[in-house]
C-alpha cells in the first residue's frame, strides 16, 4: 500500500528551480524525521537532505546552498526546494519517513518522481 506520495517533479533548465512535496500517511505515527533521496541509472541511491521532527537538517555536500528541505505544520509533510538545478541532479527523487519501533529504524519509502535538468 502507499503510505508515502511524492509530486513536483518535471523538465527544468540547468539554473531553474522546482518544488517537490511529500506526504506520508496518518496512519504513520511517530514520524521522527522525513528526508530525499536520489537515483540517476547506474548509480547508487545517494541522501541529499533530511530534517528531524526538531527542525534539524542534514544535506549533501553537493546540494548546500542550493537545496532548502522544510517540513510543514505537521511532521507528515516535507518540501524540496530546489534551486539553481544542474543536469548531474537529473535522478528519480524518493521521500523517505522514518520512526523507531522499541529502538528498532524503520523507513518507509515513497514511488519517486523524476526530476530531469536539461543543458
Known amino acids: 500500500q502507499v503510505q508515502l506520495v511524492e509530486s513536483g517533479g518535471g523538465l527544468v533548465q540547468a539554473g531553474g528551480s522546482l518544488r517537490l512535496s511529500c506526504a506520508a500517511s496518518a496512519s504513520i505515527f511517530n514520524i521522527k524525521g522525513m528526508g530525499w533521496y536520489r537515483q540517476a541509472p547506474d548509480n547508487q541511491r545517494e541522501l541529499v537532505a533530511s530534517?528531524?521532527?526538531?527542525?534539524?537538517?542534514n544535506y549533501a555536500d553537493s546540494v548546500k546552498g542550493r537545496f532548502t528541505i522544510s517540513r510543514g505544520d505537521a511532521k507528515n509533510t516535507v518540501y524540496l526546494q530546489m534551486n539553481s538545478l544542474k543536469p548531474e541532479d537529473t535522478a528519480v527523487y524518493y521521500c523517505?519517513?522514518?520512526?523507531?519501533?522499541?529502538?528498532?529504524?524503520?523507513?518507509?519509502w515513497g514511488q519517486g518522481t523524476q526530476v530531469t535538468v536539461s543543458s
Open positions: 530534517i528531524t521532527t526538531g527542525d534539524s537538517t
Open positions: 523517505n519517513a522514518w520512526r523507531y519501533m522499541f529502538g528498532v529504524k524503520n523507513d518507509y
